[in-house]
């Protein structure tokens, strides 16, 4: 399948690797048609996934079953009116029939909006109204079916509300009773109707932490962008078992549960829990014989926080993290017990994998690794030229309206404001900062809005983070600034104990000085706070805004 869109496959070196990629562009490629439809052809009796619950359910779908299933399913949307062009909502968690409906929606062209669990009515009021959805898709779940019945009610272009699972619930229409009364067969649309390469397949609304959501945008060239994140930095194999842990409603699914992987010919592999738990995650590694894995570094510490080598782990070929950096204390300790070294990956939900570990990388404890072939990706100072070796400057992906790079976003939903904020210079700047090495290893130093000025220095938080991380009684941190009168800011630290340990004066002594030591001394928190667990999204990430927020409010 990859000889259809890569000119070369195998690569002598990163060198070669990154002077050389290229993608072929089809016309008018469809991820459903051409992936889904091209390997039930070639190899039908592959697994395209393989999917389990917590209640002890599992099914296993194959390429074809999975080109019969969104066949079905596309028929059915058509006959509730969805065309090109028209919106649907999925909040699906890692149900089975988030991977029928996706690939069905973009056979036909319909924009899908993915969603988590989270969402209150006021979220998907936002998302749906900005967007004009037709449809929301949802799991059988109280909190979600009151918030969407509510959404309903406020926006007059959602026309119909399917529920999966096999329930009945009054005013829902039932997907999986429905949908598989009709033809598994299905003709690829053309002309007018046919979805084109620069069409919107896809939107992720972000977070929103500085403001209201911004829906971003991807066209159907979109996943030819993972072949680089799936191949090159997860490096998965036909007819091989990938795990990567993430809910439907994040970019990170697009990254590790559907596009590279499916382009590779690997089989998905999701485990549809409620709530994560590390040793059940460790048991499926065990269990399924995992070959590739990639997780956020907040599960490797929780699992590392368990027994480790009670599990057989020699499956995994290759261990993968990305959502945020990772700590050499992390990196070290899973060499330590797997002699895996995790290969680390950096992005955002606007692009595909921007910086990794790829094959012919070592892997560096805290390092970024190198940049993707796919993108001219530049470090610019305050001026706007290029960063020196050891210079901290904004990561800044250059010249992508001229020469757009495919995995791309191509702008904000109904929003020229931002659209031309992001894009209108022809680079986008990530507003990540970080400095490369004479290696020409990348280094993360934080979100820019994270990075803490405190009399006159520099501090970015993954550095003290990365400190902190190594003592043992800290489990999970998150480094912010809080306001001083004095010195402008002040770094706290918000602390996740370990098992065997209380707050006491004592302890935070101990932990401010272990970080004068292991770094700068002027880096050190002068103020902590020790939590139960740290705000994150249901993908991992920590929520920072959010501890600045309520510091804030604390001082009003």
Known sequence: ?????????????????????????????NFGFDIVDGWAQEHGDYRALVWCDDNGNEKIITYAEMSRLSNQAANYFKSLGLKKGSVAMLILRQRWEYWVCATALIKLGVIFIPGTLQLTKKDIVYRASSANAEMIICVDDDYVIAQAEGAKAEVPSIRHLLIVNDTYREGWLNFNKEFQAFPDTLERP???????????????????TTGMPKSVCHNYLHPLGHIVTAKYWQQVQENKLHLSVTDSGWAKFGWGKIYGQWICGATVFAHDYIKFNAKTLLSMIEKYKLTTFCAPPTMYRFMLQEDVSQYDLSSVANWCTAGEPLNAEVFNRW?????????????????????ADFPWIEPIAGALGKPSPIYDLKLLNNDGNVCEVGEEGEIVLCDVINNPPVGLFVGYYNDPENTQAALGSGNYNLKDVAWCDNDGY????????????????????FEVESALIEHPAVLECAITAVPDPIRGQVVKATIVLT????PSPELVKELQNHVK??????????????????????GGKIKRAQIRNADAAKQN
């Open 499 to 502: 098992k065997n340990y209380s």
């Open 190 to 208: 053309t002309g007018a109707d046919a979805p084109q390469n620069t069409d919107i397949m896809q939107m992720y609304f972000t977070s929103g």
């Open 517 to 538: 030591k292991a770094t700068a001394p002027y880096k050190y928190p002068r103020v902590v706070e020790f939590v139960d667990e740290l705000p994150k999204t249901i």
């Open 442 to 461: 990348y280094w993360f130093v934080g979100r820019h809005d994270d990075v803490i000025k405190c009399s006159g220095y520099r501090i970015g938080p």
């Open 335 to 355: 060499l330590e017990y797997t002699n895996g070294k995790i290969r680390t990956g950096f992005g955002q939900s606007e692009g595909t994998v921007l910086i």
């Open 1 to 29: 399948m990859l000889e259809k869109y890569l000119p070369r496959i195998e690569f002598d070196s990163y060198e070669d690797f990154k002077a050389n990629y290229k993608v072929n562009i089809p016309e008018n490629f």
